[in-house]
Every structure is written in structure tokens, then in C-alpha cells.
């Protein structure tokens, strides 16, 4: 069974690749079902409660296959660092996120299936994935400039292996992207004053340089997190989560500009200084 699951799991990594290119031109033709964008009509959920359920298997999934993971795996520093990536941005999303929300607007009930759907099948791809299957050499991050090497820029005295450089720029780069969509959910959060209603610009962060600062710091976190495992699955997660905020994040831009006369012009989408 073990040469068969693993073979399953590049298969639904694959599908993932290939759901996250259809989502992109389907939200790019249709427009996101969340939010500003979404329809008044059909059954629709409370916001907080809402995101708990639906981001929550990405947490319990992986939790569950810990519990019955192979000790191997457990007991190697590069699988256990990557299961903590991505648990700790689900933990957050999952039971500190929802309840920071500020009067949310409903969600659509089918836009909360899909979205049920997506966490607990790639809960468990990623974590199927990483407590079964990847293997990585013993002394990935047995180096003590773990956290610190892009600090110190790789000075010439230290001699070190490419895979040490990969996992500690990459966790790098994963914990930035972290902060900076905490950081610009916190600013979404306080645009408006106790008992004002409407939208505001935001301001402050990296919404001075484009317009969904959060899914930037979602995408750079992800595509961190991909760079350091370096395997098709976390692959396939990064390419969803970009193709499904790239789209997005255009409709927001687009809004902004028809809501807002004083719209900064010279913000980007999504990426800094380029797109």
C-alpha cells in the first residue's frame, strides 16, 4: 500500500495543480463568490462561525495523520519543521482569525462547501505527505544559523550545504509572508471606528505598494513553505493558493478603482512594483 499511496498523492497533487488553473479562469470570468463580490441570494453563513468550520480540517487533518504517522518521519528535524508551517498558519486562521473578524459579511453556503472541501483534501495531502512519505538527509537543519543565515548574508567563514541555505532562507521567507498577512489583516480590521459602516482605503504597510497586501504576504508565505519542502505536493499548494488570490486580488484592484476617485493610481495588485 505504501508505494500505491504515494503514488495517490502525486496524483491529487497533480489534480491540485490542475484545480487551481480551471479556479483562476473561472474567477477571472465569474468574479469571487467572498465578500463585497458575493451574491445577497441563497443560504448564506455567519462569517465567524463560517471560517472556523471551514478553515479548521486544514488543522485537524494533518493533526490526525500525526497521530498516526511513521515514527521516522516524526522523528526527522525537516519533516517536523514543515508539518509547524503549516499548522501554525492554520491554528491561526482556524481559532485566533474568526474571531478577530469585525461584523464579516455572510458567506455563501456553496462558496463554504468548496471551501470545507479544498482545506480537508489538501489537509491531507500535505499532511499525509510529510508524515509518511518525505524524506530528507539527517542534517538538513542540524546548523546552528538555522533562523539567522539571511541575517548574516552567508559570510565567506561559513562553509555550508545547499540544502542548509534552501530550508533557512525559505523558513525565512515563510515567516515573513506569515506576518505580512497578519500584519495587513490587522489593517483591514481597524479601518473602520466603532459603529461606522461602508468601505475605506486602506493604508499602511504594504498597502501603500499594492491593493491585497494580505494575499501577498499569503502567497510569499506559501511559496516559502513549497521552496523548503522542494516536493510536488507543497508545490501544488503554492501554485492554488497563487492562481486563487492572483484572481481575486485583480477583482478587488478593479473595485477599488471604480469605488474610490482617489484610488492610488500608482498601486500595483499584488505584487510589489510588478503586477
Not at 64 to 93: D, G, K
Not at 108 to 116: A, E, I, T
Not at 154 to 171: F, G
Request: a positive charge.
Amino acid at each position: 500500500m505504501g508505494l500505491a499511496e504515494e503514488h495517490l498523492l502525486d496524483k491529487l497533487a497533480y489534480l491540485e495543480c490542475l484545480m487551481g488553473l480551471v479556479a483562476h479562469g473561472l474567477l477571472l470570468l465569474r468574479g469571487s463568490p467572498y465578500g463585497r463580490h458575493a451574491s445577497n441570494s441563497g443560504l448564506r453563513l455567519p462569517a465567524r462561525a463560517a471560517w472556523l468550520m471551514q478553515e479548521l480540517p486544514s488543522l485537524a487533518v494533518p493533526l490526525y495523520e500525526c497521530a498516526r504517522a511513521s515514527p521516522e518521519r516524526l522523528r526527522s528535524w525537516p519533516n517536523c519543521i514543515l508539518l509547524a508551517m503549516f499548522l501554525i498558519h492554520y491554528l491561526q486562521r482556524s481559532l485566533i482569525f474568526p474571531f478577530l473578524i469585525r461584523g464579516g459579511k455572510p458567506i455563501p453556503l456553496r462558496s463554504w462547501v468548496y471551501g470545507c472541501l479544498f482545506c480537508s483534501y489538501n489537509g491531507y495531502l500535505q499532511g499525509r505527505y510529510l508524515t509518511q512519505y518525505a524524506v530528507y538527509a539527517d542534517d538538513w537543519v542540524t546548523d546552528p544559523r538555522f533562523l539567522i543565515d539571511d541575517l548574516i548574508f552567508l559570510h565567506p567563514t561559513y562553509q555550508k550545504k545547499k540544502e542548509d541555505i534552501l530550508l533557512s532562507s525559505c523558513s525565512a521567507m515563510w515567516l515573513t509572508g506569515m506576518l505580512i498577512n497578519i500584519h495587513s489583516d490587522h489593517i483591514l480590521r481597524n479601518l473602520r471606528k466603532p459603529g461606522e459602516t461602508g468601505y475605506k482605503i486602506p493604508r499602511g504597510g504594504l498597502f501603500e505598494c499594492v491593493t491585497a497586501a494580505n494575499y501577498f504576504g499569503e502567497m510569499v508565505e506559501w511559496c516559502g513553505y513549497a521552496l523548503a519542502g522542494w516536493s510536488l505536493q507543497g508545490g501544488a499548494f503554492a501554485l492554488f493558493t497563487f492562481c486563487i488570490l492572483l484572481s481575486i486580488a485583480k477583482q478587488h484592484h478593479q473595485w477599488y478603482l471604480q469605488k474610490f476617485e482617489d484610488y492610488p493610481k500608482c498601486r500595483k495588485i499584488v505584487i510589489p512594483f510588478l503586477f
